[in-house]
């Protein structure tokens, strides 16, 4: 079992930034594939990015390139999500989500691939 503590949300002005943080624990987190999703009221959950095992493959949204960075740092066994330029439309709860894998270093923008999930934290933009 893999568990997942997000925190970090908050609410931010439009333009603003903010830093998301997963914390895993569980299993071996060299193991974990790792990735963000978000969903705003009444809306499906959509991917927002995703980091390999590895941390050499990155994967984003084309909604939030340029403006999200995704990392993650082995000796805190947490990644991070460091959102740049918010907009409204970025209001969302955000969930991380760990995809186990012993053999196969990715960063998997679906959601199936992903074996584990956190509780989410909200995340408000406004002007």
């Known amino acids: 079992q893999v568990q997942l503590v997000e925190s970090g949300g908050g609410l931010v002005q439009v333009g603003g930034s903010l830093r998301l943080s997963c914390a895993a624990s569980?299993?071996?987190?060299?193991?974990?594939?790792m990735g963000w999703f978000r969903q705003a009221p009444g809306k499906e959950r959509d991917f927002v990015a995703a980091i390999s095992w590895s941390g050499r493959t990155t994967n984003y949204a084309a909604s939030v390139k340029g403006r999200f960075t995704i990392s993650r740092d082995a000796t805190k066994n947490t990644v991070y999500l460091q959102m740049n330029s918010l907009k409204p439309e970025d209001t969302a709860v955000y969930y991380c989500a760990a995809d186990y894998s012993t053999s196969i270093s990715r960063a998997s923008a679906s959601m199936t691939q992903y074996d584990y999930w956190g509780q989410g934290t909200q995340v408000t933009c406004s002007s």
């Open positions: 569980g299993r071996t987190f060299s193991n974990l594939n």
